[in-house]
């Protein structure tokens, strides 16, 4: 996989910049991608451009603002929305598409003036939602981020806990391939499956997510009308070479933008400190059973790039891995 990470049969001209016709809105980034896949230092750095607006400031991930112009749902603790289900075609009504571009418009244009030309929006719960997004925005450019699936099962399992530790909160995996995360707040009944419970559940339901998520936007991916793959594992080795690809394909102009705290090259070869012998061993089983699935679904997505860190520990898990890299 190359710093441009995309697939070579799928040939296109890179992205045109907005007219000063079209409506700003129309040209929205949309960031797509699991939880703990790098795409807060990629939207915060996206967002240091000077034609790009990311706004930190107004509720994180734009999750409260979403639910309210597009009436939907998404899971978080912002939201105090224990359910997040899939929204698709269907859902887009002319009330919906005209509340959610007036909404983000608003968002836009409030802090800058429109002196900034580009709204990037990233949000975890999206992927399950791409298809209302695609119909609303035809015109808009999806940057579809992925981190290997063993450091993102590790750290995810670490993010579900710190945010039990502080909230009180719990995360739940429903059953549904469409279903995102459930959240159970403090004094709701536990569900009988604990497995699907985080924390304290089966990491290989980490790791079903993991394909979840990136399944549906394989799915989805001929809505897409401008997509850039990126893979965090190359953002990470070559920060500086990805970012000015993604300026390239996004029509903007190239600046260097530094990340405000320096990025550790072995953040992805650290996996597997963070999860138990056990937990190993229920990933590796997770993998071996669904290998074939995981080979179609890497080649369909043209970012994919194994996590092959041979400590004598991990050893095991990425041997099942080797034949198909």
């Known amino acids: 996989m190359g710093q441009n990470s995309q697939n070579p049969s799928q040939k296109r001209e890179s992205f045109s910049a907005p007219s000063e016709k079209e409506d700003p809105i129309d040209s ?3 960031v797509l991608s699991t939880f703990r896949s790098g795409s807060t230092l990629l939207a915060r750095t996206l967002g240091e451009h000077s034609a790009v607006f990311y706004s930190r400031q107004r509720h994180f991930e734009l999750s409260p603002d979403l639910c309210r112009f597009a009436r939907i749902k998404i899971a978080a603790v912002k939201t105090n929305i224990r359910s ?5 075609e269907s859902h887009a009504s002319d009330s919906i598409a005209r509340s959610l571009r007036n909404g983000l418009s608003q968002v836009l244009g409030e ?3 429109f002196s900034k030309s580009r709204l990037l929006v990233k949000n975890p719960h999206l992927w399950n939602k791409v298809r209302l997004i695609t119909e609303i925005f035809p015109k808009s450019s999806f940057i579809v981020l992925s981190r290997d699936i063993l450091s993102t099962v590790a750290s995810t399992k670490m993010l579900l806990k710190r945010i039990h530790k502080e909230y009180g909160v719990y995360h739940f995996l429903p059953e549904d391939p ?5 959240l159970i707040f403090p004094g709701d009944n536990l569900p ?3 497995m699907r419970l985080f924390p304290g559940g089966d990491v290989s339901v980490l790791a079903e ?7 549906h936007i394989n799915s989805s991916m001929p809505n897409f009308q401008k997509v850039i793959y990126v893979s965090h594992n190359r953002l990470v080795e070559d920060f500086n070479g990805v970012m000015d690809h993604i ?3 996004l029509a903007l102009p190239k600046e260097r933008i530094y990340p405000r705290r320096e990025i550790e090259s072995s953040r992805n070869l650290r996996w597997h400190k963070k999860l138990s012998r056990a937990e190993i061993g229920s990933l590796r089983e997770f993998l071996s059973r669904n290998l074939e699935d995981i080979k179609e679904l890497s ?6 790039e194994p996590n092959l860190n041979h400590t004598r520990k991990s050893r095991k898990i990425v041997e099942p891995l080797q034949n198909w890299f």
């Open 247 to 249: 300026f390239e394909e």
């Open 28 to 30: 929205t980034i949309f």
């Open 209 to 215: 997510y993991w394909c979840r998520v990136y399944r």
């Open 111 to 113: 802090k800058t003036s």
């Open 299 to 304: 080649h369909a997505l043209p970012f994919w």
């Open 192 to 194: 009988k499956n604990r």
């Open 178 to 182: 469409l279903q995102c995360w459930q």
């Open 84 to 88: 997040c289900p899939p929204y698709n």
